[in-house]
């Protein structure tokens, strides 16, 4: 996993990540931006429709594969910080 820090911190972006799976497959900028709450929510890119209706260009298919990047990533954000980081639904992830 692989993440970056916008310059601008002020925003609700928090930072952005790539993830390699099962050393076959990359998935790029993935957004982890603070929430409503105060805690952290994952944003898959998308895309608009020629309607002008956003789409996500990838998405887990299963609550567990959702379950297990959510924990990557805000695992590795929290080894970054040095803290805990909660995500918006409450759930405490990371060291």
């Known amino acids: 996993m692989r ?15 790539s993830c390699l799976i099962n050393g076959s497959l990359v998935l790029n900028d993935i957004r982890i931006e603070r ?20 789409h996500n ?6 609550r567990e594969a959702g379950e297990a990047l959510r924990q990557a990533l805000l695992g590795g954000l929290a080894g970054l910080l040095g803290h805990d980081c909660r995500s918006d639904d409450g759930r405490d992830r990371g060291q």
């Open 57 to 62: 260009t990838f998405n887990p298919v299963t």
């Open 3 to 17: 993440l970056r820090f916008p310059p601008d911190q002020s925003g609700t972006v928090v930072a952005y990540a």
């Open 35 to 54: 929430g409503r709450l105060g805690g952290l929510v994952i944003v898959y890119p998308s895309k608009p429709s020629s309607s002008g209706k956003r």
